[in-house]
């Protein structure tokens, strides 16, 4: 099996297709009910819908999901000498449902092959196929331009010598990976007026993006929301409180982060806790949308597919 488990959960669904070719006389006995084993279409539904449920249990690099919605749909087509089998599947899930969809078709079409080859030793199940699929986050949208980013680290000990900084080291290299220009951490104390110095200073020299790292607990020298807030010409607040739900599944002590964002002029500022770890979760977590919203920061507006959601 692959790790999911830096995935993101969203909506996923998928279409799948199979096709059964019957004799004429097939199709006209089933119209008619007259079989040795009764309501084929009825009994092949509830059997692909059963067999999605247990995908994971049959094909073994699947994991296991739970489908929020599965059909069937078995239709007789006189004019193309068939049965044609259509599956949809939904869930909300860190990983698609094609699979669910495809199995669903597929044992539909065995059941029908199962049920009628009494009569019809001619059948072929045929075109078992993914239709489409829907969901998911992409690793991140191509920029449409190159991106710069300064990483600034805030923590009295750090800027003292009395500790070693490696969130600062971890920041600039997640952010090289989503293909930022990214010089070496700066670092400062936990003062608000040098965290705005600093901030204001990154901005002003035209940094795309901003990301601090460290500050943003409930400790009395925590200053850096506080800081930041003076500023921002405006906030995103959207941005502090998905990277707070992602991150709480991962450390249940990541509701106590007070991380803020914002804009100033045309750089995106984003503050995240103090440690390797929680950098680099949170810059994982930003990878679908970061490109995206500096684009949008220049002017960029919103591809097609997205204007029903932003």
Wanted: glycine letters at 8%; charged letters at 20%.
């Amino acid at each position: 099996m692959i790790d999911i488990s830096a995935k993101f959960p969203t909506v996923r669904s998928a279409i799948a297709s199979a096709r059964l070719d019957v004799q004429a006389a097939t199709l006209a006995r089933i119209a008619a009910n007259d079989l040795p084993k009764k309501d084929p279409l009825i009994v092949a539904r509830w059997a692909g819908i059963q067999a999605a449920k247990r995908t994971s249990e049959l094909i073994p690099a699947c994991h296991h999901v739970a489908l929020e919605w599965i059909d069937v749909a078995c239709t007789c087509c006189p004019d193309e000498g068939c049965i044609a089998i259509r599956a949809t599947a939904i869930a909300d899930h860190k990983t698609g449902v094609e699979m669910e969809a495809m199995v669903a078709a597929s044992v539909a079409a065995l059941t029908l092959y199962d049920m009628l080859k009494p009569i019809d030793e001619d059948m072929c199940i045929r075109e078992v196929r993914l239709e489409e699929k829907h969901g998911g986050l992409k690793l991140s949208h191509a920029p449409s331009r190159a991106g710069t980013a300064t990483v600034i680290v805030i923590s009295d000990n750090t800027a003292v010598g009395r500790r070693e900084d490696r969130s600062g080291p971890a920041a600039c290299a997640a952010l090289k990976t989503l293909g930022f220009a990214c010089g070496p951490p700066c670092i400062v104390s936990d003062d608000p007026q040098a965290i705005a110095a600093a901030v204001s200073a990154a901005c002003d020299t035209g940094a795309d993006l901003v990301i601090t790292s460290g500050g943003t607990g409930l400790g009395p020298r925590d200053n850096t929301p506080r800081a930041l807030q003076t500023v921002f010409e405006r906030e995103a607040p959207g941005i502090a409180e998905w990277l707070r739900a992602y991150s709480r599944h991962r450390n249940p002590r990541a509701v106590l982060s007070n991380g803020v964002a914002g804009v100033r002029g045309t750089t995106l500022i984003i503050a995240l806790p103090g440690s390797p770890r929680a950098v680099e979760e949170c810059l994982a977590a930003l990878a679908p949308v970061i490109h995206h919203a500096l684009d949008m920061l220049h002017g960029g507006g919103h591809p097609e597919a997205d204007h029903a959601h932003v």
